[in-house]
């Protein structure tokens, strides 16, 4: 006769448990062969990287990580993500933006003068008809050049962070998105001290680029320095420690004012001295942390590589240069 199973009798929550540790507890040697097989027949993975030739090699962007960008005010966050994401839709990428510190029109505005590499402002343009068309040819090749991989979310002020995680899960899953920027995390979580809050929001973060393969790009504010010329590091960060801790990536932004400040006098400036560094003090499942050297271009509002470099084509592929 078949014996019954009540379920009052046994503790079913015991072979749950059960269970799950036997299949999440597995051989090292399967791993291991994984390698091997790596080896044996490798792949080399598509890596999004900055536009910048020289950090191909330092920093990547992968799918599944969240970076978090940092800096004092004015140190030129915005405009260095902006034109990171310019280069990742030069790359195939598709990229969401939502800035509640900027609206739409302002952050498409600099975005374009980095593209077409020219100030739309200068007296140049509206003395001439010529010029004026040629500019307005470019902005409309960009118009297009964006479509279907561009996209802004139209919100600015104090949002919650469930409302910002779900319009990151709705990118994901319904506009395809791989890069979203959240720019920044203080507009998310209300109150600075809100130190749980901070926690949770980033954990969430984490949870959506992971389970969506996306990256989730995360501008924040670092504390005010006592000096100028002090390089942040991932201990400046405002708010809880869990924010860096929780993240893949850390990457500061420092503008060196004091060289700005001599030439605004008159004074005589080193050129091999960068306008600004890019710093990464963490990298997960990368080798690389240091600093990067950047210049900056007034007209074209970007970052260059070198000295005197001219402004990089930012609809071509990085690696084409």
């Known amino acids: 006769m078949a014996q019954v199973i009540y379920e009052d009798e046994i503790d079913f929550a015991k072979y749950e448990r059960e269970t799950d540790a036997k299949q999440k507890v597995k051989p090292a040697s399967q791993w291991v062969q994984e390698l091997i097989d790596r080896i044996n027949n490798p792949i080399k993975e598509p890596r999004a990287v900055m536009p910048w030739r020289k950090t191909h090699s330092m920093v990547?962007?992968?799918?599944?990580?969240?970076?978090?960008?940092?800096?004092?005010?004015?140190?030129?966050?915005?405009?260095?993500?902006?034109?990171?994401?310019?280069?990742?839709?030069?790359?195939?990428?598709?990229v969401c933006i939502a800035s509640f510190e900027m609206k739409p029109a302002k952050t498409l505005e600099r975005m374009g003068r980095q593209y077409s590499g020219f100030n739309a402002d200068d007296p140049a343009f509206a003395g001439s008809t010529a010029a004026k068309m040629e500019l307005i040819k470019v902005y409309e090749e960009f118009k297009e050049w964006t479509n279907g991989r561009l996209w802004l979310y139209d919100q600015q002020g104090t949002v919650t962070a469930t409302q910002v995680a779900a319009v990151v899960r709705y990118c994901a899953k319904e506009k395809g998105i791989t890069h979203f920027f959240v720019d920044s995390l203080m507009k998310c979580v209300a109150s600075e001290d809100d130190y749980n809050g901070q926690k949770m929001f980033v954990d969430e973060l984490t949870a959506i680029a992971r389970d969506h393969g996306i990256h989730i790009h995360l501008v924040h504010h670092i504390r005010k320095p006592s000096d100028e010329n002090h390089k942040p590091s991932k201990y400046d960060y405002k708010g809880t420690g869990a924010i860096t801790d929780q993240v893949d990536n850390v990457i500061s932004v420092w503008r060196n004012k004091?060289?700005?400040?001599?030439?605004?006098?008159?004074?005589?400036?080193?050129?091999?001295?960068?306008?600004?560094?890019?710093?990464?003090?963490?990298?997960?499942?990368?080798?690389?942390?240091?600093?990067?050297?950047?210049?900056?271009?007034?007209?074209?509002?970007?970052?260059?590589?070198?000295?005197?470099?001219?402004?990089?084509?930012?609809?071509?592929?990085?690696?084409?240069?």
């Open 258 to 321: 004091a060289k700005e400040k001599k030439r605004d006098e008159g004074k005589p400036v080193e050129d091999k001295e960068p306008d600004a560094l890019l710093i990464c003090d963490k990298q997960r499942n990368g080798e690389w942390e240091g600093s990067i050297g950047l210049w900056f271009d007034r007209q074209s509002m970007q970052y260059v590589g070198g000295p005197g470099d001219e402004p990089l084509i930012m609809y071509r592929h990085p690696e084409d240069f």
């Open 60 to 94: 990547a962007f992968r799918k599944g990580e969240v970076t978090v960008w940092g800096g004092a005010n004015g140190n030129g966050k915005s405009l260095v993500t902006g034109q990171i994401a310019l280069s990742l839709i030069a790359q195939d990428e598709k």
